[in-house]
C-alpha cells in the first residue's frame, strides 16, 4: 500500500501542472462567425428539419430492413448536425474533432 502511494505521489511530483493557454482570436474572426456562419447553420437546421419531415414517409419504408436505423441517420444529419453547428460549439471553431465534438485547441 505504501508503495503505490509512493508512486502516485512520485507521479504527480514529476508530472509538470499543464496549463491551459487560450490563444486571442485573430480580429474579425467572431464577428464573421456571429454574422454569416450562425445564421446559416440556423437556416440549414431549420431546411434540414422540414426536409426530414418531409422524407419521412420514405425514411419510414427504409427502416423495414436491417439495421434498423435509417431515422436516426437522416435526422443526425439533417438535424442535429447543422443544430450542434449553430449552437454548441465555441466562437471562432469551424471544425468537429474526429469524435464529432467542437473544440477550441490551445
Known amino acids: 500500500?505504501?508503495?503505490?502511494?509512493?508512486?502516485?505521489?512520485?507521479?504527480?511530483?514529476?508530472?509538470?501542472?499543464?496549463?491551459?493557454?487560450?490563444?486571442?482570436?485573430?480580429?474579425?474572426?467572431?464577428?464573421?462567425d456571429i454574422v454569416i456562419y450562425r445564421p446559416l447553420g440556423l437556416t440549414t437546421t431549420i431546411v434540414g428539419t422540414a426536409f426530414f419531415i418531409g422524407i419521412s414517409p420514405l425514411t419510414a419504408l427504409t427502416t423495414i430492413s436491417p439495421p434498423h436505423d435509417a431515422f436516426q441517420k437522416a435526422a443526425d444529419l439533417l438535424i442535429f448536425r447543422p443544430?450542434?453547428?449553430?449552437?454548441?460549439?465555441?466562437?471562432?471553431?469551424?471544425?468537429?474533432?474526429?469524435?464529432?465534438?467542437?473544440?477550441?485547441?490551445?
Open 1 to 32: 500500500m505504501k508503495n503505490k502511494l509512493l508512486m502516485c505521489l512520485l507521479m504527480f511530483a514529476l508530472t509538470p501542472a499543464a496549463q491551459a493557454q487560450v490563444r486571442p482570436l485573430p480580429r474579425g474572426v467572431e464577428l464573421v
Open 83 to 106: 443544430a450542434k453547428f449553430t449552437f454548441d460549439r465555441p466562437l471562432g471553431v469551424y471544425y468537429a474533432d474526429p469524435d464529432g465534438e467542437y473544440r477550441r485547441h490551445q
